[in-house]
């Protein structure tokens, strides 16, 4: 009796020392890949053809007039610093949201199609109807909900199936695919930098009217995911465990994915389907922080560093400018592959 | 009789089709391939008479009209033997792979082999119509049995999901290589950019000439491969039961198929789906006897990229869509359908 009342607050200690660890290695490690951001953020406005010292770039941002700086830093680097990191946010968000509410590190809207989609609408709002920037988000995300919509549809058959919904995906992404190249082939004067852009994510030539709207779309429905992380995490649990948890699953799940598929919309239509930076952002994100909290915030860091760093990888690491898909593609595909085969090595329900 | 994980028991009537059926569905597919040639010789972006077309196909190109379907001839053999090439290719590997989603475009073969003749032009120089082949094949060949490999680790073997995932990342991978490759150079870009969505708007009666004796080698070894295919669909355990060298007649078939997939992408760029619906289609029509599916899939192939090259020409005119594209659109609604009609725990 007496030995009972003795263990069971040293349990409960135990317990809550190793929660309070934990939350402590995950703030640190979130502050570290903070302070990283920060870091990339930085560089990319100080490094490229020309250096500008930290003080000057300071100023620019401060508002004042420095010769040649104010051009290159002001006008050039920094709207492409901010989409970067902005749309690298947006992915990592809205790409683990969807993995978190699906179950699946497969299920990211660039391989189930809904990136392709959000692309084949902005590049067909540009090239055949030429709307203007507000617009084109406006079709990105119409067409972004109307694929989601439809390969849920698709994949409902007794119940919604993890991997059916995938392989429909797939296909869904493929169609999607060739119509944008098919809208890209009738362009009058073919343009092989705005091409990349539609077909793998870049981010040259980026003025302040292409940032803009995605940093607000960001503060306005990155808070709104970030809400409803805790639900789904219980969601994580199964829909019915949540449901009797107190989670109103299908409202939730609304959402999550009108939230999700407008952050990848405003990003897509911006930037392009910057490839793979939604897929991997969350895998990424989860071998870092490790099991247990949520995942949403981790995995938009984490895809805002890889957009920076690719970016400004592909601008300058090489001979020739890369746009940043390309870099994130050539990185990204190896990582999935691997995902597959050590998936597939541990016999997991892929 | 067929295998877990492939497709719901088919009827017995659907399996073994009276003889006579066949050689019905054969004159109409040979009939259908004929008509559709004409068509595609026929019809274009400039409305030709009748004069004109017969005069061109007696070899004549004095008016416009005439030279505009002369250069409608060669093109539309390149679609029908390309063509026929996917076709048999997707059914060989669907038979190899006793998996219903096998098509060369999604299990990025065709990617591979995109990848290996973008790196050999602007690394190596490449510049002779054979070699492109040859360096085509390799790399078609080296991204199927890396793709079947990942795609077979793992409990329950090569099932169509991690086949067809396996595939689509290694599709991705490859295709992010080649802007990688491609981009820098300009001169290679741009004549790339029209191959890589995949064409036959380029054909020539040279390379034709050049591609055909690799696709009658491919042809020939995956229809020898018939009657082991036949085999394989009963499972491997039983296959080898019935005297059958499983390892060879995987192999030998993945031969064949790669072969053909990897000379019609070399010489008209990546197109998906052809391999994939044409099969399924000729299932229904044939049964499943790979001694008939296989040449009923060749022509059924020719048929279906003839066609699509003939769409892409007249519904946007005076502009042309691309084949892969059209075939993208059409192949894609059917890819989903079958994954629909496929039980989940087979999946």
Sequence with gaps: MSAETVTRPAAADALARGRGRRAARRRVLLGVLALLIAAAFATTLMVGRTFYPPGEVMRVILGEQVPGASFTVGTLRLPRAVLAAAAGLCFGLGGVSFQTMLRNPLASPDIIGISSGASAAAAFAIVVLSLGDFEVSVFAIVAGLGVAMLIYLLAFKDGVAGTRLILIGIGIAAMLDSVTSYVLSRAAEWDLQEAMRWLTGSLNGTTWDEAVPVALALAVLGPLLLSRSRDLSMMQLGDDTAAALGVRVERTRIIVIVAAVGLIAFATAAAGPIAFVAFLSGPIAARIVGPGGSLLVPAALVGALLVLVADFCGQYAFGTRFPVGVVTGVLGAPYLVYLIVRTNRAGGSL | ?347
């Design chain 2, 1 to 347: 009789m067929t295998p877990v994980g492939t497709a719901p028991a088919p009827d017995p009537a659907a399996v073994r089709r009276p003889v006579r059926v066949r050689i019905l569905w054969l004159l109409a597919a040979l009939l259908a391939l004929a008509l559709l040639m004409l068509a595609s010789v026929a019809l274009g972006s400039r409305n030709v008479g009748i004069a004109d077309i017969t005069a061109a196909l007696a070899g004549t190109d004095a008016t416009l009209e005439q030279a505009a379907v002369a250069k409608r001839i060669p093109r539309t053999l390149l679609a029908v033997v390309v063509g026929a090439a996917l076709g048999l290719s997707g059914a060989v590997m669907q038979g190899v792979t006793r998996n219903p989603l096998a098509d060369p475009g999604i299990l990025g073969v065709n990617m591979g082999a995109s990848l290996a003749v973008v790196t050999g032009i602007v690394f190596f120089g490449l510049a002779a119509p054979t070699s492109y082949i040859w360096v085509a094949i390799a790399g078609a060949a080296a991204a199927a049995a890396f793709v079947y490999t990942v795609g077979a680790l793992g409990r329950g073997g090569a099932t169509p999901l991690k086949l067809a995932l396996a595939g689509a990342a290694t599709s991705a991978a490859a295709a992010s290589l080649v802007s990688a490759v491609a981009l820098p150079r300009n001169d290679v870009a741009g004549g790339f950019r029209l191959w890589q969505v995949g064409g036959v708007g380029g054909a020539s009666y040279d390379g034709i000439a050049h591609v055909l004796p690799f696709l009658a080698a491919g042809a020939a070894i995956s229809l020898l491969s018939a009657r082991s295919l036949n085999a394989l669909a009963l499972g491997d355990e039983l296959a080898a039961g019935l005297g059958e060298r499983v390892a060879l007649a995987r192999g030998g078939g993945a031969l064949g198929a790669v072969t053909l997939c990897g000379a019609a992408t070399a010489v008209t760029g990546p197109i998906g789906f052809v391999g994939l619906v044409v099969p399924h289609a000729c299932r229904l029509l044939v049964g499943v006897d790979h001694r008939w599916l296989l040449p009923f899939s060749a022509l059924l192939g020719a048929s279906l990229l003839t066609a699509a090259d003939v769409v892409g020409r007249v519904v946007a005119r005076p502009e042309e869509v691309a084949v892969g594209i059209v075939t993208a659109l059409i192949g894609a609604p059917f890819f989903i359908y079958i994954v629909r009609r496929q039980q989940v725990r087979s999946l």
